[in-house]
T-cell receptor, first 115, second 111 residues
Framework: GAVVSQHPSRVICKSGTSVKIECRSL??????MFWYRQFPKQSLMLMAT?????????EQGVEKDKFLINHASLTLSTLTVTSAHPEDSSFYIC???????????FGDGTRLSIL | DQQVKQNSPSLSVQEGRISILNCDYT??????FLWYKKYPAEGPTFLIS?????DKNEDGRFTVFLNKSAKHLSLHIVPSQPGDSAVYFC??????????FGQGTILTVHP
């Protein structure tokens, strides 16, 4: 089946640091990638939709200057958490879809801990 | 506003028996529904889906039922196996790509 790789799996860093998370589709071209955030014991919340070669579409309440998304190719999207603070600590998961008829396939997520 | 709800936070089933996971939604614009399985520290894995034009889809031990009039779907796993123990999320798609997830149900299958 389709494979989505997300890196790194875990990040621990100091407050004020910017953190970049990569999401790659390994065996298919992903025209659209999605970034989700999951708080403990809660559902996955969509943060933004990323389309190759265009600006990301952010969900209401998500700061686009805080969470920078770049989708430079059909196989790679990156999420950069800028000037991270402890409240940004969370589990971030990306997903990718080849086309609208296919289900989204998810990466294994990144556990971000800001000290 | 929780548009997709999984009202049972957990379910415990004996090995070999049927597991039934339920999901309700409120948005009548949803036209495609999916179930994902998630282990700790991993991303969700796609299990099975159903289009709104169908009322049943079966794949091996997994069957998803959709009742559009009740805005309800369920996932049946039979027979249940200990390896099925995980968190199960239902998700709904209302426009291209955007998924709305339920809160998840923790399934525990006892040997």
């Amino acid at each position: 089946g389709a494979v989505v790789s997300q890196h790194p799996s875990r990040v621990i860093c100091k407050s004020g640091t910017s953190v970049k998370i990569e999401c790659r589709s390994l065996d298919f071209q992903a025209t659209t990638m999605f970034w989700y955030r999951q708080f403990p014991k809660q559902s996955l919340m969509l943060m933004a939709t990323s389309n190759e070669g265009s600006k990301a579409t952010y969900e209401q309440g998500v700061e686009k200057d805080k969470f920078l998304i770049n989708h430079a190719s059909l196989t790679l999207s990156t999420l950069t958490v800028t000037s991270a603070h402890p409240e940004d600590s969370s589990f971030y998961i990306c997903s990718a879809s080849g086309d609208s008829d296919q289900p989204q396939h998810f990466g294994d997520g990144t556990r971000l801990s800001i000290l | 506003d929780q548009q997709v709800k999984q009202n049972s936070p957990s379910l415990s089933v004996q090995e070999g028996r049927i597991s039934i996971l339920n999901c309700d939604y409120t948005n009548s614009m949803f036209d495609y529904f999916l179930w994902y399985k998630k282990y700790p520290a991993e991303g969700p894995t796609f299990l099975i889906s159903i289009s709104s034009i169908k009322d049943k889809n079966e794949d091996g031990r997994f069957t998803v039922f959709l009742n559009k009039s009740a805005k309800h779907l369920s996932l049946h796993i039979v027979p249940s196996q200990p390896g099925d123990s995980a968190v199960y999320f239902c998700a709904a798609n209302g426009r291209v790509g955007k998924l709305t997830f339920g809160q998840g149900t923790i399934l525990t299958v006892h040997p």
